[in-house]
């Protein structure tokens, strides 16, 4: 069977061996009746870890994003969010389809929205329009090749959300990656957002699973809302006990990804056909343009696939994620397939 670097995504991260090991000794019972100890000592870990009363594990993050916008929000009304997160472009129109909310999207700067433009777009409801209810932000901003959005932004974004009323919710799936790479902690950035989603199963490398935190009131709906969308589980503290050894081992190793997402950012930058400056990649996602005189971005990923190395197209362009299961070595491969392939 042909060896992959696999660079499509850090959700392709396997178990460590001591997850296993975890998930076969774990303590389970059935979590929708409310008493699996794995899954509660796991909550419970993670709500400290963030700075919140109480937290809910889930199945995705797309549910945990469904859950939260579900429970902020009432039909009729409106959301504000960037005009390039993963909650607008990539879960599947949730905001329609579940929540039933008008999304307004605003442009940014690398993912971080301007608080003058926000304000101006809040909007009390009237015959005619929608009222704005939330403001969702997203730390690290994955179509911004995981730009971090600084604390300040969201400090002002906090601002004008309580000068309205609003609540906010932050899509943190990466938000450790963000911590790591600014020095905050992550107890910092989850501080200017009412609810919080992070993903335990990208490069924290649990095989499923999503943590939603907030106060004990919001949870305890979003319990109910997780059990209408199909995502109540019974004995899923095997799967919790991952998440357990990813929250308490797997964080700071996440600096190997972002080093070795700088590494091949600047050997392929001067390549024919790349699109990229080096400087801006900030954590394990590196999206750049594509325009080679030869070859379009479908035709290169088909022809690195030949060469052992995986990615994903985005729009014109190309998305490399550095993760546990990348090393040196699948770095220098991908870095010689594009001077092989582009030169």
């Not at 959700?11 to 008493?35: C, S, W």
Request: include cysteine.
């Amino acid at each position: 069977m042909k060896q992959y670097s696999d660079f499509r995504s850090d959700t392709v991260t396997r178990p460590t061996p001591k997850m296993r090991e975890a998930m076969a000794q774990a303590e389970v019972g059935d979590d929708v009746l409310g008493d699996d100890p794995t899954v509660q000592k796991l909550e419970s870990l993670a709500a400290s870890i963030m700075g919140k009363e109480a937290g809910l594990f889930v199945p995705s993050g797309t549910m945990g994003n469904s859950i939260a916008i579900k429970v902020w929000t009432k039909e009729l009304e409106e959301i504000i969010l960037e005009s390039r997160s993963h909650i607008f472009n990539m879960e599947s129109t949730h905001l329609a389809f579940i929540s039933r909310v008008l999304p307004r999207c605003l442009p940014s700067q690398r993912g971080a929205m301007d608080p003058e433009e926000v304000s101006s777009n809040v909007r009390q409801a009237n015959v005619h329009i929608p009222q704005t209810s939330l403001i969702c932000v997203e730390n690290t901003h994955n179509n911004w090749s995981g730009a971090v959005v600084p604390l300040d932004n969201l400090k002002e974004l906090r601002a004008v959300a309580d000068e309205f009323g609003l609540k906010i919710h932050l899509d943190g799936a990466r938000i450790f990656n963000a911590s790591l790479a600014s020095g905050i902690s992550v107890k910092d950035y989850a501080a200017q957002a009412d609810s919080v989603m992070f993903c335990l199963s990208k490069g924290l490398s649990a095989p499923v699973g999503s943590m939603l935190v907030g106060p004990s009131s919001f949870i305890e709906m979003a319990r109910r809302v997780r059990k209408a969308l199909g995502g109540g589980m019974r004995q899923v503290g095997v799967l919790a006990a991952a998440g357990i050894i990813s929250l308490t081992e797997m964080v700071d190793r996440l600096q190997e990804d972002h080093r070795r997402a700088r590494k091949f950012a600047e050997a392929i930058a001067p390549l024919p056909g790349i699109e990229l400056d080096p400087s801006l990649i900030e954590t394990n996602i590196v999206i750049f343009g594509f325009n080679h005189p030869r070859l379009s971005n479908i035709e290169f990923l088909a022809q690195l696939q030949e060469e052992g190395v995986l990615a994903l197209p985005v729009g014109n362009g190309i998305r490399f994620v550095t993760h546990k299961d990348i090393d040196d070595n699948d770095v220098d491969r991908a870095n010689e397939a594009f001077k092989t392939l582009l030169v």
